[in-house]
C-alpha cells in the first residue's frame, strides 16, 4: 500500500490510503449512486396516447445549426419565416456519430426566434430577434409503430398569449412527414441543411469538429477539375406509374405534353395570372418570374373550398428568366382520385421552351416536387386569390 501511495505522490497525484482502501473493497451504495448518475438520462417523458411533457434544459444538448427561409426572400409568403435553432439529445448524436443511424428515442428540439433587426455594424443580413415558440420532434417505433420512419413532430407554441404549453399531443403525420419523407436526406431528417450532422455521420471514434479538413474556399491553380458522370437525383425522379389510358385537358406523356405546352393552348384557360412575378419556389431559380395558369377542374374545386381536388385538376406555370424570356414550364395534373402524399398527381418541369430532353423532373410521385407542394391544400400552393 505504501508503494502506490509512494508512486502516485511521485507522478503528481494526491491521495489518501481511505481512497486506496474504499478502491479494494466490494461495490458500496456511493459506487451504486455512481452507477446511477451514469446510467442513460431520459431526455424526454411520454405517454402511451403520444402526449408529450415539454422538454427542459435542451439548450445544453448538441446544438446542430440555424436554418432560415425569410419572406422577403420568398415573395412574404415563406412558410418558415423564423430563426430555427435545432438540437439533438447527446445520446442520440453519440449513436448517429457511431453509426449513421437515427436510434428509437431520439429526440431533436426546435427553438423558433423571430427574425429582428436586418443591419449591424457588420453590413446589412437577417439577426435574430425574440424567442416566439418550440417545437419537437421525436423518433420511436414504441410510440408511432404506424408513422413512418416511427417519427412524430409537436408543438408547444401558442402565439397568442406567447406562453408555452406543458405538454402537446403530436401532429396528424401527414401535416409534415410527406414533406420529410420527399426531401429529407437522412431516414426524414433534413440533414443536408446541417453540417454538424453530415460530419458526424458514421464518423466513429473521435470527434469531427477536432479534425482539421475544412472544405476550400478557393481553387488551386494545379488542381484539375473532375466532373463526375452526371447521376439522377433521387429526388426528381418518379416513384409512382403515371396512367397512360387516361386523357387529360393537359397531358402526362412526355412528346404530346412538350407539343401542347409550345402551342400555347392552356392560355385559353379563363382562370390565369395577369402578368408574371417572382417565384416562390425554386422553379429554374427561386425568385425569377413566373405565371400561373388554372384549368377549369380545379378552378371549379378551389372555389367549392374543397380539400382534395378532383382528377383532371391541372396547373401550368410559366417559367422565365431574370430578363422575362421564356424559359420552359412547370406541370402538375391531378392523375387520380387521391393524391397519396403527392403520387396521386403527375409533375413536370421542363427547363427549356424549345429542347424537350432538358427534363428537371417529370412523372407521378416526384419526391422533390410533392415534399415541397404539400404545405398547400392538396399539393397546391399557388396564390389562388384570382379565382377565390
Known sequence: MKH????????????????????????????????????????????????????????TWVYVGTPLTPNDMNNGKAAFQEFHNVYIDPVSYDHYKKTGNWRNGTILMKELVSVGSKAAVSGNGYFMGDFIGLEATIKSAKHFPNEPGNWAYYSFTNHDTGILTGEAKPFAAESCNSCHEGSAQDDFVFTQYYPVLTSAKGFGPGTPENTARRSPTKKSHSAVEQKPEKEVDPRWAATALTPTDVSFDVPVELDPLF???????????????????????????????????????????????????????????????????????????????????????????????????????????????QSCHTVGFDMVRSDVSIIQ
Not at 459506487?31 to 402526449?51: E, L, N, R, V, W
Not at 390565369?272 to 427561386?286: D, I, R, V, Y
Not at 387521391?338 to 423532373?361: H, L, N, R, V
Open 259 to 369: 407539343a401542347y405546352l409550345q402551342s400555347g393552348e392552356y392560355r385559353k384557360f379563363k382562370h390565369q395570372e395577369t402578368e408574371n412575378h417572382p417565384s416562390a419556389g425554386p422553379h429554374t431559380k427561386l425568385g425569377l418570374p413566373v405565371r400561373v395558369y388554372y384549368n377549369d377542374t380545379i378552378a371549379a374545386s378551389i372555389k367549392a373550398g374543397n380539400k382534395e381536388h378532383p382528377k383532371g385538376s391541372a396547373i401550368i406555370k410559366e417559367m422565365f428568366d431574370a430578363d422575362n424570356n421564356p424559359a420552359g414550364w412547370a406541370t402538375m395534373v391531378k392523375t387520380h382520385d387521391k393524391s397519396k402524399k403527392g403520387k396521386g398527381w403527375f409533375w413536370y418541369e421542363g427547363t427549356s421552351p424549345t429542347d424537350k430532353m432538358q427534363i428537371a423532373a417529370i412523372g407521378n410521385g416526384v419526391p422533390g416536387c
Open 4 to 59: 502506490i501511495s509512494n508512486t502516485l505522490k511521485t507522478l503528481g497525484l494526491a491521495v489518501t490510503s481511505a481512497a486506496l482502501i474504499t478502491g479494494c473493497q466490494p461495490a458500496s451504495s456511493s459506487q451504486t449512486d455512481m452507477k446511477a448518475d451514469m446510467a442513460p438520462k431520459a431526455y424526454f417523458s411520454i405517454s402511451a396516447d403520444g402526449t408529450l411533457v415539454r422538454p427542459e434544459d435542451y439548450r
